[in-house]
């Protein structure tokens, strides 16, 4: 069974910089995909990167490019987002997620409990 941890989530002002970690186990998929996702109060739950294997590159939410950057150490079954340059329209509950590839993208099944980034002015 698949279970995902995030952590490093907090409070930070404008300018700042957070890195998420998210612990994994039980991902059995040959071809998988893992990613980070956010949810502000009000608002739809929106991808903001992701990671393929099969050689595929990383790819971002137009909104965070330049500042964020995922990561994977699969020795440690763990995915990271370095969060740089923080400002307040990143505030939200982030998650990480994980699932196998698609025909079209990923088939995200499988999510964590997630971590709250509060980016204040």
């Known amino acids: 069974q698949v279970h995902l941890v995030e952590s490093g989530g907090g409070s930070v002002q404008t300018g700042g910089s957070l890195r998420l970690s998210c612990d994994t186990s039980?991902?059995?998929?040959?071809?998988?995909?893992m990613g980070w996702f956010r949810q502000a109060p009000g608002k739809e739950r929106e991808g903001v990167a992701g990671?393929?294997?099969?050689?595929?590159?990383?790819y971002y939410a137009d909104s965070v490019k330049g500042r964020f950057t995922i990561s994977q150490d699969n020795a440690k079954n763990a995915l990271y987002l370095q969060m740089n340059d923080l400002k307040p329209e990143d505030t939200a509950v982030y998650y990480c997620?994980?699932?196998?590839?698609?025909?079209?993208?990923?088939?995200?099944?499988?999510w964590g409990q997630g971590t709250q980034v509060t980016v204040s002015s």
């Open positions: 997620a994980a699932g196998p590839t698609g025909r079209q993208g990923c088939d995200y099944n499988s």
């Open positions: 039980g991902i059995t998929y040959n071809l998988y995909c």
């Open positions: 990671i393929r294997t099969g050689g595929f590159g990383p």
